[in-house]
């Protein structure tokens, strides 16, 4: 079974630019989370999308944004970019049932805002 | 947000001693925990869970260990490998939640 695939691996983008990265789910899975990664705040939980819906949201500003498709793809954005932006980001997915809640996650997508 | 913390930054050990990593997490509320191993330029693994209900979890050479009245959980890992080298992060879950995560444990693998 394949795992969780993000794209692009790497990314530079300059200050006031916006960005769209790209989540593809383990096959069944429609849960995905996103995070943003950095050496100062650890990970850090972004939001969560389930069948096409926003389940939960990090304490992130309004430039963060995200949606899922019907697939379960996901895509996270985020517009006027800073430099305080530079991270990697993560996305996990989880199957999300009662009884099932474990996320895997996929290799990341390092942003570098300039 | 809830805070979910370690009580070691780095830890060096000798191959083929048992480690142990520590997170103190402070929510009792939390009723679901995953350990996570991330290599260098990789995401976060998977490497064993726990339900609140339980104390302990065996998975292959690692044991978790929950103890609630304290809030602390603790990995274990027999016989440790160079392979092993990463930085481990708990993370803790309220309720099928949103996760927390630990500043994570740098593990040290002397051959």
């Known amino acids: 079974k394949a795992g969780v695939t993000q794209t692009p691996r790497y990314l530079i983008k300059t200050r006031g630019q916006q960005v769209t990265l790209s989540c593809s789910p383990i096959?069944?899975?429609?849960?995905v989370s996103w995070y943003q990664q950095t050496p100062g705040q650890g990970l850090q939980f972004l939001f969560e999308?389930?069948?096409?819906?926003?389940?939960n949201k990090g304490n992130f500003p309004g430039r963060f944004s995200g949606r899922q498709f019907s697939n379960s793809r996901s895509e996270m954005n985020v517009s006027t970019l800073e430099l305080g932006d530079s991270a990697l980001y993560l996305c996990?997915?989880?199957?999300?049932?009662?009884?099932?809640?474990?996320?895997?996650f996929g290799p990341g997508t390092r942003l570098t805002v300039t | 947000g809830e805070s979910v913390g370690l009580h070691l930054p780095t830890l060096s050990v000798q191959e083929g001693d048992n480690s142990i990593i520590n997170c103190a997490y402070s929510?009792?509320?939390?009723?679901?925990f995953i350990w996570y191993k991330q290599e260098s330029g990789k995401g976060p693994q998977f490497i064993i869970d726990?339900?609140?209900?339980?104390d302990k979890r065996q998975g292959q050479r690692v044991t978790v260990l929950l103890n609630k009245t304290v809030k602390h959980l603790s990995l274990q890992i027999a016989a440790t490998q160079p392979g092993d080298s990463a930085v481990y992060f708990c993370?803790?879950?309220?309720?099928?939640?949103?996760?927390?995560f630990g500043s994570g444990t740098k593990l040290n693998v002397k051959p």
């Open positions: 996990a997915s989880s199957l999300r049932t009662s009884g099932s809640y474990e996320q895997y």
């Open positions: 096959s069944g899975h429609r849960s």
């Open positions: 999308y389930f069948s096409e819906t926003q389940r």
């Open positions: 929510n009792s509320a939390s009723d679901y």
């Open positions: 726990i339900r609140s209900n339980m």
């Open positions: 993370a803790e879950n309220i309720n099928f939640n949103k996760f927390y």
